[in-house]
C-alpha cells in the first residue's frame, strides 16, 4: 500500500489505562513512508498474510519501540497474535517501561466508535471483587450506571451489588462470558448490617449500541468562606461519535460549566478522574486550559517523544516544535481564581487524566486524593486502512509525554497525596459531601470534616479482579495484571 491508503492517524494517549487524539495538526499529517528497514509499504490484502504485511510496516515506522520489533517475526501467527508479538517486552511484569498498552482489534470501525464514548453497553460500569478470603466466587459493585441507558430504566445506581448473571454464580472462569451475553439477568444482594446478603431481586437488562456523556455530575458547594466547583468527568471524549472527532458537544459542556463556576466566584475545584481512564488529547488540552493557572496559549501543556524514526521525518517536515502542545486560550477559565487544583484518583485513573495531572503541575499545585493512578506516560495513534481492504485497526503505543519542564517518569502512576481508599460496597453518592474521597477533599479545602474519621483509608476493602473500566478503549489496562499473570 502507498503511503496514502493509510488513514492520517490522529494521536491517542494510549489505554488502562486510556487513549487520548491529539488536537495538533501537524501530528495528524504524519503519514508512513517506509520501514524501518528502507522498504517500501506494500498494498494490503484481506488474508492474514496481508495483514500481518500491514501490521507489520506501520510497526517498523509509527511504534515507540521499532528498534525492538524482532527481525524475524512469524507470520502464520492471527492477526491478533502477530500483533502482540511484536511488543516490547510484553511479559516482563519486572520491567514498568514495557509496553503495557498497545492494543488492535479487528473491527477499525468498532474501536474508533469506542474511542468516541459509543459502545455495546448495558450501562453499568462496575468492578469485581472475591466475595471473601476462600477467593473463589465473585461479586460486582456498580460504580456508575450511564444516564439514559437500559441500566437506568431497570433500576440500577452506585454502590448497587451483584452476585450472579442468568443465573450463574460469577466466578473466574466464567466472569467475562456472562458479562457479555446478549442479554443479561442479573441476581441482586445488599448488605445488612455489614454483612453481605443474597436476595431474590432480579433485573434483566438488554445492551444497546449507547453514546456516553462523559461529564456526570457538575456542582458547587459553599463552605467556609469558600465557593467549590465539583466535576465528575468520565471519559475524555470531545463530542458525540459521528464517523470523525469533528462534533464538539461535550468539550462545549465542559466549558459552559465552567463559565458558570467562574460567574459563581469557584475558588477551589475538585476534579474527580478516579473513574477516567483517558481519551482524546484535545479534551484534555481543553480541560487543563479551563483549570491552568498563569497559563496561556504560547505555555507548554504537553509534549511528545517519538521514535528516532518519525523524529527525523518530522523534524524536516515541520522543524521544531511539532511535537510540542500549548494550552489554548479559554474565555471561561478559572485558573485565576485558583492557587491549587484536588484530582480523586483510583488504579483506573489513566492516560489523559494524567496529562492533566502532570501538565498542569508545573503551574499550580495538584493535590490528588484516593488511591495510586495506572501510570501512563505513554501515548498512541489510532492507524487503520482507508482502502478499507484490511478491516483490523490497531492502536500502538508511539510517543512518551512530558509536561513543561520535561518530566515524563511516571510509569508507575502518580501516588496519591493523601491515601483514601473508596469502598468496595455501599458507596455515597456522586457529589454526597460525605462519600469518602470528596469529603477528603472538602476537609483539606476547609478543615472541616463532613463524616467522623478520615475517609476509608484503613477500612477492610475486597480484592478487586477486574473492572469495565478497565476495558473501555484506552481504558487503563487491556492487560489486567493480577498476581503476576497476565489476563486478556
Known amino acids: 500500500m502507498t503511503r496514502n491508503s493509510f488513514t492520517r492517524p490522529a494521536l491517542l494517549f494510549a489505554l488502562s489505562g486510556a487513549l487520548l487524539l491529539t488536537s495538533c495538526k501537524k501530528n495528524n499529517d504524519v503519514n508512513p513512508a517506509t520501514g524501518s528497514t528502507g522498504t517500501s509499504v506494500t498494498s494490503p490484502t484481506s488474508t492474514s498474510q496481508g495483514v500481518n504485511d500491514w501490521i507489520l510496516a506501520n510497526m517498523q515506522y509509527y511504534y515507540l519501540w521499532n528498534d525492538k520489533i524482532p527481525a524475524n517475526p512469524d507470520k502464520t501467527l492471527g492477526p491478533k497474535e502477530f500483533f502482540n508479538s511484536l511488543l516490547y517486552d510484553i511479559t516482563n511484569t519486572a520491567n514498568v517501561n514495557r509496553d503495557r498498552f498497545s492494543w488492535i482489534r479487528e473491527s477499525a470501525e468498532e474501536l474508533k466508535a469506542s474511542l468516541g464514548g459509543q459502545s455495546k453497553t448495558t450501562g453499568i460500569q462496575y468492578r469485581l471483587y472475591y466475595k471473601d478470603q476462600s477467593k473463589t466466587n465473585l461479586i460486582g459493585s456498580v460504580l456508575y450506571v450511564l444516564p439514559g441507558s437500559p441500566a437506568v430504566a431497570a433500576g440500577f445506581k452506585r454502590g448497587d451489588i451483584f452476585t450472579s448473571v442468568n443465573g450463574q454464580i460469577l466466578t473466574l472462569s466464567n466472569y467475562a462470558e456472562l458479562l457479555a451475553a446478549d442479554a443479561l439477568t442479573f441476581g441482586m444482594a445488599s448488605l445488612v448490617n455489614g454483612v453481605l446478603t443474597e436476595n431474590v431481586q432480579k433485573r434483566q437488562v438488554t445492551p444497546v449500541v449507547f453514546q456516553e456523556d462523559p461529564v456526570l455530575l457538575d456542582t458547587t458547594y459553599t463552605i467556609g468562606g469558600k465557593t467549590v466547583g465539583y466535576v465528575v468527568y468520565n471519559q475524555f471524549i470531545p463530542g458525540?461519535?459521528?464517523?470523525?472527532?469533528?462534533?464538539?458537544?461535550?468539550?462545549?459542556?465542559?466549558?459552559?460549566?465552567?463559565?458558570?463556576?467562574?460567574?459563581?466566584?469557584?475558588?477551589?475545584?475538585?476534579?474527580?478522574?478516579?473513574?477516567?481512564?483517558?481519551?482524546?488529547?484535545?479534551s484534555s488540552t481543553n480541560l487543563a486550559s479551563l483549570i491552568g493557572r498563569n497559563i496561556d496559549a504560547s505555555k507548554v501543556f504537553y509534549a511528545q517523544q517519538w521514535n528516532a524514526t518519525v523524529t527525523a521525518d518530522n523534524d524536516k517536515k515541520y522543524g521544531s516544535g511539532w511535537n510540542t502542545q500549548k494550552f489554548s486560550a479559554k474565555a471561561a477559565n478559572i485558573g485565576g481564581n485558583l492557587s491549587r487544583l484536588f484530582v480523586l484518583t483510583s488504579n483506573s485513573t489513566a492516560s489523559a487524566s494524567e496529562l492533566i495531572i502532570n501538565g498542569l503541575r508545573p503551574f499550580m499545585t495538584v493535590t490528588t486524593i484516593g488511591t495510586t493512578t495506572v501510570g501512563k506516560n505513554v501515548g498512541s495513534i489510532t492507524i487503520s486502512d482507508d482502502t478499507g481492504q484490511i478491516k483490523w485497526g490497531m492502536q500502538p503505543l508511539t510517543f512518551r509525554s512530558a509536561n513543561a519542564q520535561g518530566f515524563s517518569d511516571y510509569a508507575t502512576g502518580f501516588a496519591p497525596t493523601v491515601e483514601v481508599k473508596e469502598p468496595s460496597t455501599g458507596m455515597k453518592p456522586f457529589g454526597d459531601l460525605t462519600e469518602p474521597l470528596l469529603s477528603e477533599a472538602i476537609y483539606q479545602i476547609s478543615g472541616t470534616r463532613t463524616t467522623t474519621r478520615r475517609g476509608v483509608a484503613n477500612a477492610a476493602v475486597l480484592v478487586d479482579v477486574a473492572s469495565s473500566i478497565d476495558q473501555k478503549a484506552g481504558g487503563g489496562n487491556m492487560f489486567l495484571e493480577k498476581s503476576g499473570e497476565l489476563l486478556k
Do not use: A, C, H
Open 240 to 282: 458525540v461519535y459521528n464517523g470523525s472527532s469533528t462534533d464538539k458537544t461535550f468539550d462545549n459542556k465542559l466549558d459552559n460549566i465552567f463559565s458558570k463556576f467562574k460567574q459563581k466566584g469557584v475558588n477551589e475545584l475538585v476534579l474527580d478522574l478516579r473513574y477516567n481512564p483517558g481519551g482524546y488529547v484535545s
